[in-house]
């Protein structure tokens, strides 16, 4: 019995810790950077002057694409794209990664023939989740309506991302301890539970 969300024919994926399996230290890329610890990188980033931040920037893209060439696929990742695609469900990727980092990351996790470009969707072409501006350009290039489609995440941006864009919202947690369940239609512990 296929779960009830292929009824839903738009998927979109966060990447790291969702389809790959999570290895960024952010509080270690945080002190690297010297950025303060109660604020995500890519807000702190934002908050400096441009000279300041560039050179920034260029650290934490080298740092990602250091762990970007190492990414394993998480377990369940190919299953359930194969399942996805097999039922001609359309399935994109938002990241609050780089553009270059995304496809080095899916390459090495051997997921990659599962994307076309115009389906991967990093900070470089959209404002970062929690905006839901790359899920709102997915939906138009696909001309879906935001009630056809599931945002799928292990972070409670992605979630609320998906609120904000009318989508449903999967909250992947390893733990089960699911913090952020306020924003969750479906709360997993694994991949592997969206094909039972």
């Known amino acids: 019995m296929p779960h009830p969300l292929f009824a839903r024919r738009y998927w979109i994926f966060d990447m790291d810790g969702t389809l790959t399996l999570a290895q960024h230290n952010f509080q270690a ?3 690297a950077l010297g950025l303060p610890e109660n604020q995500t990188i890519l807000e702190s980033l934002a908050a ?3 000279t300041q931040a560039a050179p920034l920037y260029a650290r934490l893209q080298a740092m990602e694409l ?6 394993q696929a998480a377990i369940g990742a190919e299953p359930l794209l ?3 695609t097999a039922q001609g469900i359309q399935i994109g990727l938002l990241t609050r990664n780089s553009a270059l980092n995304t496809q ?3 390459q090495a996790a051997g997921l990659a023939q ?13 404002p970062p989740k929690p905006h839901p501006a790359g899920i709102q350009r997915l939906l138009a290039q696909w001309q879906a309506q935001p009630h056809e489609a599931v945002m799928v995440g292990d972070f409670v941006y992605d979630l609320q991302a998906g609120r904000a864009a009318g989508t449903a919202t999967v909250y ?6 699911f913090p952020d369940r306020a924003y969750a239609d479906w709360c997993v512990q694994s991949l592997v539970e969206l094909l039972a």
Do not use: K, W
Request: aromatic residues 6%; glycine residues 0%; contains cysteine.
């Open 29 to 31: 890329m945080r002190m």
């Open 104 to 106: 080095v990351t899916l």
């Open 82 to 84: 194969q399942a996805l």
């Open 66 to 71: 250091e762990i970007a060439q190492t990414a």
């Open 172 to 177: 992947l947690d390893p733990s089960a301890q």
């Open 114 to 126: 599962y994307f076309t470009a115009a389906d991967l969707i990093s900070r470089d072409c959209a």
């Open 48 to 50: 400096l002057p441009s």
